[in-house]
């Protein structure tokens, strides 16, 4: 996952082995971008309208799927994306010092990433691990019990 | 079926693994091969097993024992000592053991176990496991027996309710699918648990899915469906996992696929995975979802179980749903009528998280009083705190006093009492919680999940949570309260999917039952639960304070000002509230008000 992909070809190479294993239908249209977009770390607009010519679907429609789900995004995303669980559980549980202490480490906002392309910080929905909360996920990794003071370490394991 | 003489099970949940699960079951399977023990210990991985916070973890039966802090170093001694010698290795039991024990034996006193019979006992990736259980018997039962019509009578008879959170009654709905005209129908199941703090459906999902898969099969058969849907979120990448090897397993068994059991039946799934969006789990906005596209609710009528997926009749039930069907179907609807209430019958899976002694997943009869759910199956408040208030019903649901301590949790009470069943979240606020701030946490929460598509919901929740941020933030005025009740209002009576109506819950029922906190931060400028951080200040006790500088030293911003062996004062323009001397001071001379 690099940031800001510019090359057509890997773009197209990407798209078309996606739709040829899921199909060119309409209904593939989410597991189609969600392929693309873990492949890519994002779904470029090249990307897009290549999907909207082989699927036959409107543009405007594959673009208004791609920016409703969360879990797509259609800006660039950084190497690591930290995503912290916002739920109420991992709230109640001190979630807010974690968030503070992930945005003062990064200097990042909700949803921004770094100028280096090297983190993105995101909020995500409940990941249903409460009992373990606060609960934080750099790219595939979990992690639970997460107290403000740990966050230095953990996003250094990823340096 | 071969014999074994014991049974390992390691956990492979996500934080499991990453502290090298895998390779410990590697290391494990290599070990009992070197052994000779491989056909006498059979290895299964199962889902959380305790808490994991000392991962990885394994149970060893017949003896039930836990270790936990495993090493792949670790193996070789663990199998010559255990399997090979008969001898519990003392230093790897894992520390929680009496907690982490009941989470898998016996349930706790109050527990009834259907839906989450099999979970953590069974094998979830090999369906010999589930037969070896009475796995889908059910199923031959109703496709060699039973009419689709004596099939929804049975459920009818069992009261059953939709266990997604509305409670409809599921006899009644595949009645209804049934009765529609149509050469294709369709069949749903909502594995989208949205709900923060909501995790039951996941660990049925990964503990015992074909439980999910047999229900499945046998409403296909009522409704006279021929093709099903699984839509799991994309947060429960393990589920979706599990799922798939066991559609794939039910398949090679012949209970998916063409003419199931010589009956000319016809039936199979797919699993659909979301992208991360909460209003998936409304069913309309679901069935859009499957078709490939933004997953925004429509009105209804017309309900799914006339036009649904693709236009056609569709039936939707809930993970938890669909599980108890088999066992309804085994044990009768009497047996399942006898537990519960008058009007909510059988069990409910709840996920308990928040300031509670023991945070996870129960199952308790329905019409069990809220307090026996804290205290008796919770263990209490944490850290010997004072209960505040209980969240039940997720987002959409409502934060309850401890004067509702007593109320029986069913469809209608909970209802009554401005709360709802929900899909089964319970989160429990100690003392020390501010509910103006909850309030305004879900709100945060609500308007963010908000589809846009309807106007009450996509603005009318934006407001709500302008006027609770105001409040917070210590700019509240007079006539907030009543702005908010009128903006709930028209909110609930104007959306149009159920995100939208339920929304203003958690406002409505904090408004109801905390009314003294809002008018405490409005009127009087104050936090009770000192948790506001615009409406606290730290101020250091002359008395106490013993001048020793560790808060100054410690003060991130610098507002604390004295010399040494003299009494300290914090600059309240300077200070940010970080709470920091709070925690560092060893005398206890830094006050909130």
């Known amino acids: 996952m690099t940031i800001g992909i510019t090359d057509p070809e890997k773009i197209r190479t990407t798209v078309y082995a996606v739709i040829e294993r899921c199909g060119a239908t309409q209904d ?132 | 079926m071969k014999y074994y003489r014991s049974h390992v099970l390691v956990c492979v949940d996500p934080e499991c693994l990453r502290k090298g699960a895998h390779e410990v079951l590697d290391s494990l399977q290599d070990e009992l091969v070197a052994q000779g023990l491989i056909d006498e210990v059979q290895v299964l991985e199962t889902s959380r097993l305790g808490g994991c916070s000392n991962g990885p973890e394994m149970m060893v039966y017949p003896e039930g024992v836990h270790y936990s802090g495993l090493t792949v170093d670790d193996i070789p001694y663990l199998v010559e000592e255990h399997f090979l010698k008969g001898r519990v290795v003392q230093k790897f039991i894992a520390p929680t053991i009496s907690f982490a024990d009941e989470e898998l034996s016996a349930p706790k006193a109050k527990e009834v176990r259907v839906v989450l019979r099999n979970c953590g006992k069974i094998d979830p990736e090999n369906i010999e496991d589930y037969i070896a259980e009475d796995g889908y018997m059910a ?110 397993q039910a398949r090679a068994f012949g209970f998916l696929g063409e003419n199931i059991f010589g009956s000319g039946f016809s039936f199979d799934i797919e699993v659909r995975k979301g992208a991360g969006a909460f209003v998936c789990g409304e069913e309309t906005a679901l069935i859009a979802s499957i078709e490939g596209k933004r997953g925004e609710p429509r009105p209804r009528p017309p309900f799914p179980a006339v036009k649904g997926l693709w236009g056609k009749p569709t039936n939707n039930n809930n993970v938890e749903t669909y599980a108890n069907v088999p066992q309804i179907i085994l044990k009768g609807a009497d047996w399942f009528a006898s537990m519960g209430t008058a009007k909510s019958k059988g069990t409910k899976t709840f996920a308990v998280a928040g300031d509670v002694k023991y945070t996870g997943l129960i199952e308790v009869p329905l019409g069990i009083t809220i307090r026996e759910v804290i205290y008796d199956v919770g263990g209490g408040i944490k850290d010997n705190k004072g209960f505040k208030a209980v969240q039940i019903g997720g987002p959409m649901g409502g934060c309850l006093p401890a004067s509702a301590l007593d109320l029986p949790i069913d469809y209608e009470s909970l209802s009554s009492a401005g709360a709802m069943m ?172």
């Not at chain 2, 004596?150 to 509305?166: K, M, N, P, T, Y």
């Not at chain 2, 648990?193 to 047999?214: I, K, Q, T, W």
């Not at chain 2, 946490?441 to 006027?467: A, H, N, W, Y």
């Not at chain 2, 709470?579 to 060893?586: A, K, L, P, R």
Request: hydrophobic share 40%; aromatic share 6%; proline share 5%.
């Open chain 2, 422 to 593: 929900g899909s089964g979240g319970l989160v429990v606020m100690d003392d020390e919680t501010c509910m103006v701030d909850i309030a305004r946490f879900f709100m945060d929460f609500t308007q963010d999940e908000s589809c846009g598509k309807c106007t009450p919901c996509r603005v009318g929740t934006r407001r709500i949570l302008e006027v609770l941020e105001r409040i917070c933030a210590g700019k509240g005025r007079d006539g907030d309260i009543e702005t908010l009740e009128m903006l709930c209002q028209d909110i609930m009576a104007t959306s149009l999917c159920g995100l939208g109506q339920g929304a203003p819950n958690p406002v409505v029922s904090t408004l109801k039952h905390f009314r003294d906190e809002y008018i405490a931060h409005i009127y009087e400028k104050r936090c009770p639960a000192k948790v506001c951080k615009a409406l606290i200040t730290y101020a250091i006790l002359p008395d106490v304070c013993t001048g020793c500088m560790v808060c100054a030293r410690n003060c991130p911003v610098e507002a604390i000002h004295g010399e040494r062996r003299k009494v300290h004062t914090i600059d309240p323009d300077v200070c940010i509230r970080c709470g920091i001397c709070m925690q560092v001071c060893n005398f206890n001379a830094v006050s909130v008000n």
């Open chain 2, 139 to 248: 199923l031959a039962k109703v496709l060699t027996e039973m009419t689709p019509e004596q099939v929804i009578d049975e459920i009818i008879r069992s009261g059953l309710r939709g266990r997604g959170g509305a409670g409809f009654p599921a006899g009644k709905k595949w009645q209804l699918a049934r009765m529609n005209p149509g050469d294709v129908k369709y069949l749903t199941c909502n594995a989208d648990e949205g709900d923060p703090g909501a995790f039951m459906n996941r660990r049925v999902l990964e503990g015992d899915p074909h439980s999910v898969l047999e229900g499945m099969i046998i409403a296909a058969y009522v409704i006279g469906a021929n093709h099903g849907y699984v839509y799991c979120r994309a947060e429960y990448p393990v589920a979706v996992r599990t799922l798939n090897i066991a559609i794939q």
């Open chain 1, 28 to 159: 593939e249209l989410i597991p189609i971008l969600s392929e693309i977009n873990h492949k890519l770390g994002y779904l470029p607009a090249e990307a897009l309208d290549e999907i909207s010519h082989l699927l036959k679907v409107p543009k405007s429609q594959v673009f208004s799927v791609a920016s409703f789900y969360r879990m797509l995004s259609t800006k660039p995303r950084g190497t690591h994306v930290v995503q912290f669980c916002e739920s109420a559980p991992c709230h109640v549980v001190g979630g807010r010092e974690v968030w503070e202490e992930l945005q003062d480490q990064l200097h990042l906002q909700s949803g921004e990433t770094t100028r280096d392309g090297c983190w993105t910080l995101v909020t995500t929905s409940c990941l249903g691990i409460c009992g373990v909360g606060p609960v934080i996920m750099v790219d595939e990794d979990v992690y639970g019990n997460v107290t403000p003071a740990q966050v230095k370490d953990i996003l250094a394991r990823y340096m």
